[in-house]
């Protein structure tokens, strides 16, 4: 058939529109496989270790690419380890964030400042290894455990005196009488809490471990100082990366001790095991909040309570180790010859996990021999919520301790709990909760278990003698303590301390609770 005029006109047309179609897609096609081919290689080149994560680049020198415990290690496999203490530390194979460059998280001995902690502690493993490796993390260097119960079995202590940076001290017979001859006895300012039982008592106790560490500290070429509980953890918010050794470094060289308000830990169930990788949301301090905003939400952020926190509110503090340095009591430290020059803290705090879990109604009261009346607590506890948890614990059955348990401490009110969020009352905290739980799954805990020597009885015995007799002795001796010292024996001892001025001996500072609806005014007219 001819072709007409139009058709011929219009072929080239047609094969133009469709050579230009065909250009359009291969274009397309290219721009497609190349992203894609690149990312492929890419995964291949850095799964072959063929190329270096920026994060491990930035890494201090001697890092490793592996997270602390994901390196190839001829440790013993865990089946090697049966205790209970070890059944939630178990490892996996989930790759993390690098640090430093083994499970050990050891420090080179240049880096500044050094930093230790020290602790009074009963806790097994499951709660002392997130704990202290944690504070590794964020540049703790040192630490100093008095340790007894549980954390002084052979199958715990084992493991924390193999942790390079861990110095263990069993309260023995030695022990108690060389701190039966420490000056605090015959000074005034921890005076009040003595030969009381329970809270006082382990008051007193942490106050004399707090003076041995300062010693050991000193010894150790530490910079900086902390006493802190196993429930605690320190969240250094506002230094220029998550460390609370840059925090540190950043403070002025005037400063003699820094002021961590605390945050209380605000559980949202009550079945919590593992509070440190459980728990994200937390009730801020007075100190880090507008007054109008504490006090006007102070109603609902109670919810029938005694106060606004369940336990202590003024925090806890760090101190620079210098001359003269002692404790007083254990959320502060002091010095002989001066007042401290002390700041606190506006974003950092230390997070406190208090009653977080249900059993640790009945942990408390198990500790403490007092009668369960209002007037008895009143001479074994200091706060009042800690006096209704130990009558509750000691008189109500399980469904009524759970049932007062879900009232009191148990965020359960998910109105309330989003108001409290708006007004910034409450908040979430998710870092340590991350840090620990890459530990977990990183191996971390399982790799210390399983490298820790197996101590005979007889060798155990000889371990605590060994590190109890290595220890620092207190700073300056008194005479012990005794009924029967003579007259002129604490008249000599009077005067020697009256040579130093009242003002040095400001008394202890307990744990107090933050400022009530009544302190408001108060508070104003300041």
Not at 170 to 175: D, F, H, I, P
Request: hydrophobic content about 35%; charged content about 20%; overall charge neutral.
């Amino acid at each position: 058939m001819p072709v007409s005029n139009n058709q011929q006109l219009y072929a080239p047309v047609r094969q133009s529109a469709s050579s230009s179609q065909s250009f359009t897609s291969r274009i397309l096609l290219l721009l497609t496989l190349l992203p894609l081919s690149l990312a492929a290689i890419a995964f291949i080149l850095q799964w072959r270790g063929g190329v270096s994560d920026p994060a491990t680049l930035a890494a201090p020198r001697g890092s490793h690419r592996y997270f602390p415990g994901m390196e190839p290690s001829p440790l013993s496999p865990l089946s090697h380890n049966s205790h209970s203490d070890c059944i939630n530390l178990a490892r996996t194979a989930s790759p993390s964030f690098p640090y430093y460059h083994n499970w050990k998280l050891d420090f080179a001995p240049s880096l500044t400042p050094k930093i230790c902690v020290t602790t009074s502690t009963s806790a097994g493993l499951e709660q002392i290894l997130p704990w202290m490796f944690y504070h590794k993390v964020i540049g703790v260097t040192n630490f100093f455990l008095f340790v007894e119960g549980k954390a002084a079995s052979p199958e715990v202590s084992n493991v924390l005196e193999s942790i390079p940076g861990v110095k263990v001290i069993y309260r023995t017979k030695q022990l108690e009488e060389q701190q039966a001859k420490s000056r605090i006895w015959n000074e005034t300012w921890l005076a009040g809490f003595f030969y009381k039982p329970c809270n006082y008592e382990l008051f007193v106790k942490q106050s004399l471990n707090m003076e041995m560490a300062i010693v050991m500290a000193r010894d150790a070429g530490m910079d900086w100082i902390l006493h802190l509980d196993t429930d605690e953890l320190i969240h250094p918010a506002g230094a220029r990366e998550y460390s609370l050794r840059q925090l540190l470094l950043d403070v002025p060289r005037h400063v003699d001790m820094v002021i961590f308000p605390n945050y209380e830990s605000s559980v949202e169930r009550d079945d919590i095991k593992e509070p440190f990788s459980e728990v994200s949301m937390f009730k801020k301090n007075y100190d880090h909040l507008p007054k109008d905003t504490y006090f006007g939400m102070y109603k609902d952020s109670v919810r029938g309570n005694p106060n606004y926190f369940l336990t202590y509110g003024n925090g806890k503090s760090a101190a620079r180790i210098q001359d003269h340095l002692r404790p007083n009591g254990a959320h502060r430290w002091h010095n002989y010859m001066k007042t401290p020059n002390e700041i606190k803290l506006e974003e950092a705090a230390v997070l406190h996990y208090t009653y977080a879990k249900f059993s640790d109604l009945t942990s408390r009261r198990d500790r403490c021999g007092c009668k369960p009346t209002k007037e008895d607590v009143k001479r074994c506890f200091m706060l009042e919520f800690d006096r209704s948890a130990f009558i509750i614990a000691s008189t109500a059955t399980e469904d009524e301790m759970q049932k007062w348990y879900n009232e009191h401490v148990v965020w359960g009110d998910k109105d309330v709990k989003m108001k409290l969020l708006r007004k910034g009352i409450l908040t979430r905290i998710y870092t340590p909760m991350v840090i620990i739980q890459s530990l977990r799954e990183s191996g971390v805990f399982s790799s210390v278990i399983a490298s820790a020597p197996t101590l005979s009885k007889e060798n155990f015995l000889l371990s605590i003698d060994s590190s109890n007799s290595s220890r620092a002795s207190a700073s300056v001796s008194l005479p012990s303590r005794k009924a029967g010292r003579t007259k002129e024996s604490q008249a000599a001892t009077r005067k020697i301390l009256d040579i130093e001025s009242a003002a040095f001996h400001e008394v202890a500072v307990p744990p107090l609770s933050p400022p009530g609806v009544d302190d408001n005014d108060l508070i104003s007219h300041n």
